[in-house]
C-alpha cells in the first residue's frame, strides 16, 4: 500500500496533459458513474472544451450490465444513462476512477453499442491498480499501482475534500 | 402469516411483489428510483431498446382474467430487459379442464419458469402461489379480485413523484369505486407509507368499505368538497357490472355526481395532475375533455408502468 495517497487534482491535470494532443475534433466524452463523472467534469476544463458544441458529454450507469447480477442482484442506487448525441460513428472518450478488473468497462462498452456502433472507444483512468481479469487496458493513465487484491482505492467527493481517494482493505 | 414474511427475504429484500400493504418505505422508494434509470431504454438515441439483465430467464404472465394494458405492460417490460416471455390465458385452457391452480404452477415450474407474473379474480391467489412454489421462483401480483394491484399502484406513485414532487406536500383525492377497487388499495397502502400527509377518498356511501377510514384516509361524498385544493385526482374505472346491481342507479346519474368534467376539475388546484388507471368508461366516470385534456397525465402512467415493472422484475429477479 502506497505510504501516501494519491491526489486526484494532479492526476486529472497529468491525464489532460496526455489526452490533449490526441484529442479527436469530434470526439464525445462519457464519463461512468459517479467517480468518471467528476474527472469528465474536470477534464473538461483542463481540455478547454467548455461548452464546445462539437464534443458532446454524456454519462453511463453500468448497472443493467453487470456480469455479477445473478450473484449479487441489482445495485440499489442505479442512475440513468444519458449520451445526447448520436454514438454511431463517432469516436468516444471513456472515462472512468479506477481500473480494477476490467469489468466495469466491459460492461460500458456494451452499452455504448446498445447505442450505436463507435468509430473508436478510448479509455482513460485516474488510477490503474492492476489485477486485471478481462483484456482491457487504458489509453490514458494518471497513476499506475500495484495494489494487493484485498486493497481497494475508490474516488470520493464531498465539499470539505473534493476529490480525494479513500483506501481499504477488504477481502 | 403476514404478507410480508412472504414477500421478503430474511434480510428484508423483496423476493415476491403481492402487496403494497406492509411493504416498507425504503423498498417502495427503491423500486421508484430504480424506475428512473428504466425510463431512459426506451429513450430515441438508443438502437437497442433494451437491456440484458434478465437474458436467459423465463418469465410467464398467467391471466386466469382479462387484461390488455397490463399483461401487455409486463410482456414488453420483460421483453426490455432481455427476458424470455410466455403468455398464458387460462381462461381458455387447462382450468377450463378442471387443473387447480397449483398444478398449473408446478407444470409451468416443471418448465424452468424463473418468475410469475400472475393476475387472478380471487384475493390472495399470488400468496397462494408463493406458498408452494421452489425458493429461486419469483411472483408478481398482477391484480388479485379487490385485493390489491401493487405494480399499478407503485406506477401511480412513480407519475405522482414525476409531476408533483415529494410526497409530502400532496394532497391526494382518489375518487370513485372505492369498494371494488384493488388499484385504490394499493394507491392507499403506497401513499401512507410514502408520507403522503392528505389522502381523500371520494365516492358515494355504497361505492365506500365500511372501515375505510383506518387505512388513514379522510372520507368525502360530495365531489366539490372531495376535489378541492388537491393536488392530483386519481379517478377509479366504475366497473360496468357494477350498475347492474342496485348499488347505483345509473351510468347517466353517476356521471351526474361523481364524473369529473372540466367544471368540477377547476375545485382542484389549477396545476392539479388527473390519473386513471385504464380502461376508462368515457362520459361516466370521467368527461373527454378531461381526459384528454391539459392536467391530465393518463397516458403518462402506461409509459410509465413499463419503467416500474421493468424496475420490479429486475429487482425481484436479482435477490
Known amino acids: 500500500m502506497p505510504k501516501q495517497l494519491p491526489k486526484p487534482e494532479q492526476l486529472i491535470d497529468l491525464l489532460a496533459e496526455q489526452i490533449k494532443p490526441q484529442l479527436h475534433p469530434d470526439c464525445a466524452l462519457v464519463g461512468i458513474h459517479t467517480g468518471g ?42 442512475k440513468p444513462s444519458h449520451l445526447p448525441f448520436d454514438v454511431e460513428d463517432r469516436s468516444i472518450l471513456l472515462i472512468d476512477d479506477v481500473l480494477f478488473t476490467g469489468r466495469t468497462i466491459r460492461a460500458a462498452m456494451n452499452l455504448l453499442f446498445d447505442y450505436g456502433r463507435p468509430a473508436a472507444i478510448k479509455l482513460a483512468v485516474l488510477v490503474d491498480r492492476g489485477g486485471r481479469e478481462l483484456p482491457v487496458c487504458a489509453d490514458y493513465v494518471g497513476l499506475k499501482l500495484d495494489l494487493a487484491a484485498d486493497e481497494h482505492i475508490s474516488l470520493e467527493k464531498n465539499e470539505t475534500e473534493g476529490l480525494h481517494f479513500v483506501m481499504k482493505r477488504k477481502p | 402469516m403476514s404478507a410480508n414474511n412472504l414477500q421478503l427475504t430474511d434480510d428484508g429484500r423483496l423476493r415476491h411483489l403481492l402487496t403494497l400493504d406492509g ?11 430504480t424506475a428512473e434509470s428504466f425510463l431512459g431504454v426506451s429513450e430515441a438515441e438508443r438502437d437497442v431498446k433494451k437491456v440484458p439483465l434478465l437474458r436467459g430467464k423465463a418469465i410467464f404472465n398467467i391471466f386466469f382474467e382479462n387484461s390488455t394494458r397490463t399483461r401487455t405492460t409486463f410482456e414488453i417490460a420483460a421483453k426490455r430487459l432481455s427476458a424470455d416471455v410466455v403468455n398464458l390465458n387460462i381462461n381458455a385452457s387447462s382450468q377450463s379442464k378442471g387443473e387447480t391452480l397449483l398444478d398449473t404452477i408446478a407444470n409451468l415450474s416443471a418448465m424452468q419458469a424463473d418468475m410469475f407474473i400472475v393476475r387472478h379474480a380471487a384475493a390472495g ?8 412454489v421452489a425458493p429461486h421462483i419469483h411472483i408478481v401480483n398482477a391484480g388479485d379480485g379487490r385485493c390489491s394491484h401493487p405494480t399499478q399502484g407503485l406506477l ?50 355504497t361505492l365506500l368499505p365500511r372501515d375505510v377510514e383506518n387505512l388513514g384516509v379522510h372520507v368525502f361524498h360530495k365531489m366539490s368538497e372531495g376535489i378541492k385544493d388537491v393536488d392530483a385526482v386519481l379517478m377509479l374505472r366504475l366497473q360496468n357490472e357494477r350498475m347492474r346491481g342496485a348499488r347505483l342507479p345509473s351510468a347517466g346519474e353517476y356521471y351526474k355526481h361523481w364524473g369529473l368534467t372540466p367544471d368540477k376539475l377547476k375545485l382542484a388546484k389549477p396545476d392539479a395532475i388527473v390519473m386513471h388507471p385504464g380502461p376508462m368508461n368515457r362520459g361516466v366516470e370521467i368527461d373527454s375533455a378531461v381526459a384528454d385534456g391539459m392536467q391530465s397525465v393518463i397516458l403518462s402512467q402506461v409509459t410509465f408502468g413499463i419503467a416500474v415493472r421493468m424496475a420490479v422484475m429486475s429487482i425481484l429477479a436479482g435477490n
Open chain 1, 37 to 78: 463523472v467528476w474527472i469528465m467534469d474536470a477534464l473538461v476544463e483542463r481540455l478547454g472544451i467548455v461548452g464546445n458544441p462539437n464534443i458532446p458529454r454524456g454519462v453511463l450507469d453500468i448497472a443493467f450490465y453487470r456480469d455479477d447480477f445473478s450473484r449479487i442482484g441489482l445495485h440499489p442506487e442505479t
Open chain 2, 125 to 132: 391467489a399470488g400468496h397462494l402461489i408463493a406458498r408452494h
Open chain 2, 156 to 205: 401511480d406513485m412513480f407519475t405522482l413523484r414525476h409531476y408533483k414532487g415529494p410526497f409530502h406536500n400532496l394532497r391526494v383525492a382518489i375518487v370513485g369505486d372505492v369498494l371494488h377497487s384493488r388499484v385504490a388499495r394499493s394507491q392507499i397502502h403506497a401513499l401512507t407509507t410514502l408520507g403522503c400527509p392528505e389522502v381523500r377518498v371520494v365516492a358515494p356511501k
Open chain 2, 23 to 33: 411493504l416498507p418505505a425504503r423498498i417502495l422508494t427503491q423500486i421508484l428510483d
